[in-house]
């Protein structure tokens, strides 16, 4: 059951950046703490968890690939989650989905492709 929407993917030049949104008002008033974040899946491999963030901001992680390129942010008052992506490359290619879970704060495994209970259902980004 999708409650989450995710816009701002796209095409893109191996290089260049795009951001994405993603809209949490349906599940998250704000009054309760999440674990929020974003997980790919390119054709034919399993879901891979990319981002991480906390409500408060306290707590985030990212998988390896994307350290220093990719950061998540939140905007708690617009009930908002973002994912900057800059440096993209062909293997960034993916379906990008968000994902939110009640939770104090974000824990590495947090990062399992299966960890959100709810999600949004996905924008496509191309590099190439």
């Known amino acids: 059951h999708v409650q989450l929407v995710e816009s701002g993917g796209g095409y893109v030049q191996p290089g260049g950046s795009l951001r994405l949104s993603c809209d949490l008002s349906k599940y998250f008033s704000g009054r309760f703490k999440a674990c929020m974040g974003w997980v790919r899946q390119a054709p034919g491999k399993d879901r891979e968890g990319v981002a991480v963030i906390s409500t408060s901001g306290g707590s985030s992680y990212y998988t390896d690939s994307v350290k220093d390129r990719f950061t998540s942010s939140r905007d708690n008052g617009k009930n908002t989650l973002y994912l900057q992506m800059n440096n993209l490359k062909p293997e960034d290619t993916a379906m990008y989905y968000c994902?939110?879970?009640?939770?104090?704060?974000?824990?590495?495994?947090?990062?399992?492709?299966?960890?959100?209970?709810?999600w949004g259902q996905g924008t496509q980004v191309t590099v190439s």
């Open positions: 994902g939110a879970r009640i939770a104090a704060s974000c824990a590495a495994d947090a990062l399992r492709g299966d960890y959100f209970t709810v």
